[in-house]
């Protein structure tokens, strides 16, 4: 499945600092679709390279960081259970407190 | 002698300029308050004497009360079919409090006093450095180690002395918070930490006031309002808090000077339009703003939430926020403080001063910087190697053919003789490195304590702080 993942607001330093990734995910083994829960899995699988406890705690992401499927916050789409589809667009971005 | 004299005179110009330089401030500060009140005057004997148009209960026969010199000054505003005199008029009754005068406050705050905002008033408990003026524009080089809330105000009048400007010089925290914000319409987040922001949440909960959040890092900034007619509060978005590792601060990560500046003008402009009522609140919406890529998002974000411990069935009670431990909840302080960690004892580090004796005498040694590439290129000690904390273990080949070259230029072949010193910017990371050196049978490496700033402090006054 052809996937659009963006990392911002310093998430991005986790994965060798590139913001953008066109990537193309299986569908995991026996399932029919793919959910947020099995790409979040995958993403720190293939894209984390380092501190993996600075994006997921336990099997979900970490607290302050904004998850949004489609430009739209994923707790309107059932976070770990939304389904996603061919080229969705994802996008990981960790809070700001900066000014 | 003659260089003597010079010094002299330097140091006596100078004395005479920054005098200059006072007078020059008090003198204008001054001038601002005195051209208030003389508007002040002016406008009464207007509304008095020259607008007999003006009804006793302030409206003009004009169905509105703008003077002639708020109709001039406010011109092009009301030249705005969606905006008007009904727009200028809603936002002359307002009033807007603004937390941090710094790189989001300081393009916030002028707009405010520019477009006609009835009362303006500014928390800071912060003064004014030079690293500041890169990105904070409301202050300049006169007001440096002045209070930050003083320039900003005097900045603000300047622009416009009709708007009452008022001056809270204090961080804010929860003995004061509910004091200070109920007196206005409309909050401004406009801080650089997380314990602040919930702080700030909570209080605009607690008292039904419309809050606009601003945040910018690096090369990019966030930007919401919170609170605004059912919509969601900071805390329905972030019920806990992330770890202190992800909190960066400018002072450490960076930040291009307009970034922040882009977001702030973006919270006056949806401060005005809560104040004026025109328009449609960026509420249950966050703006993200990526300066590299040119790209600004605004993405749907989720309601209120129930379950809220602060606007929720169950929220927070005015009892219960003033007993709030916010830096205990973030476990980071309100009032931005380097860290300073003590992770070795003292026989594994020297002082700056210390590190100065050795070289003076000659004593033979490698002298590993810590800091990351881009810090390293902006200054670093003579003869010093750059090794990157994070790359460190992997380049232990690199520590031991160093002191081995050191050991053989100064004949010392036995191999025990030469040091290995670790230094960073603050002397935090370098404590780190030296850990991991004890760790791979590098015993005897020790660290500079306080790092480049403490060489720049106790030893050579001229080295490059940032």
Request: with cysteine; hydrophobic share 35%; glycine share 8%.
């Amino acid at each position: 499945m052809q996937l659009t993942l963006e990392f911002g607001g310093g998430l991005e330093l986790l994965c060798d600092s590139v913001k953008v990734h066109s990537v193309d995910v299986d569908l995991p083994a026996e399932e029919k679709k793919l959910t947020m829960k099995h790409l979040l899995a995958w993403v720190r699988n293939n894209l984390i390279k380092e501190r993996p406890e600075m994006f997921m705690k336990g099997d979900t992401v970490r607290p302050g960081v904004l998850v949004l499927v489609n430009d739209c916050d994923w707790e309107l789409s059932g976070q770990l259970d939304t389904t996603l589809e061919n080229k969705d667009v994802v996008v990981f971005i960790s809070t700001l407190h900066g000014g | 002698m003659e260089s003597n004299g010079g010094a002299d005179e330097s140091s006596r110009l100078l004395h005479e300029l920054q005098s200059l330089k006072d007078s020059k401030r008090d003198i204008e500060a001054r001038i601002s308050v005195i051209e208030a009140q003389l508007q002040q005057i002016q406008s009464n004997q207007h509304s008095n004497n020259e607008s007999p148009a003006v009804s006793s209960n302030g409206v003009s026969e004009f169905g509105h009360d703008l003077t002639p010199d708020m109709i001039y000054r406010y011109s092009r505003q009301l030249l705005l079919p969606s905006f008007g005199v009904q727009g200028q008029s809603n936002l002359l009754k307002s009033s807007i409090l603004v937390i941090g005068a710094g790189g989001l406050g300081s393009p916030a705050l002028l707009y405010l006093a520019a477009c006609g905002v009835g009362k303006l008033g500014m928390v800071d408990h912060d003064v004014v450095e030079l690293n500041n003026l890169h990105r904070q524009i409301i202050h300049g080089e006169a007001y440096i180690g002045k209070s930050k809330v003083e320039s900003a105000a005097a900045a603000c009048r300047s622009i416009n002395s009709t708007t009452e400007i008022v001056e809270h010089k204090e961080a804010l925290r929860t003995s004061n918070a509910i004091e200070i914000v109920s007196k206005y319409d409309i909050v401004i987040d406009a801080t650089d930490n997380a314990p602040s922001r919930y702080l700030i949440s909570d209080c605009c909960v607690l008292l039904g006031k419309p809050l606009v959040s601003g945040a910018a890092l690096g090369l990019e900034g966030q930007l919401a309002v919170y609170n605004y007619n059912g919509g969601p509060c900071y805390r329905c978005l972030f019920p806990t808090p992330p770890p202190t590792t992800a909190c960066q601060r400018c002072s450490d990560s960076g930040v291009l000077g307009v970034v922040p500046g882009v977001i702030g003008c973006l919270q006056a402009l949806e401060a005005i339009k809560l104040a004026s009522l025109v328009g449609e609140p960026l509420s249950g919406r966050m703006l993200l703003f990526d300066a590299l890529s040119a790209k600004v998002r605004i993405v749907k974000i989720r309601g209120r939430s129930l379950q809220c411990e602060a606007c929720g069935e169950n929220g927070l009670t005015q009892q219960q926020f003033q007993q709030f431990d916010y830096e205990k909840f973030t476990q980071s302080p309100l009032a931005v403080a380097p860290l300073k960690l003590k992770l070795l004892t003292s026989d594994s580090r020297i002082s700056s001063k210390e590190y100065d004796e050795l070289i003076k005498k000659g004593s033979p040694h490698v002298l590993i910087d810590v800091r990351p590439s881009h810090h390293y290129k902006i200054t670093s000690l003579p003869k010093s190697i750059n090794i990157p904390l994070a790359s460190l273990e992997s380049r232990i080949p690199e520590v031991s053919s160093e002191l081995k070259s050191v050991q053989e230029s100064n004949g010392t072949l036995n191999g025990s003789d030469a040091g290995l010193y670790v230094v960073c910017r603050r002397g935090n990371d370098s404590q780190r490195a030296v850990q991991l050196l004890h760790k791979l049978g590098f015993t005897y490496a020790k660290d500079i304590v306080g790092g480049l700033e403490s060489w720049a402090r106790e030893v050579d006054p001229k080295f490059p702080t940032y």
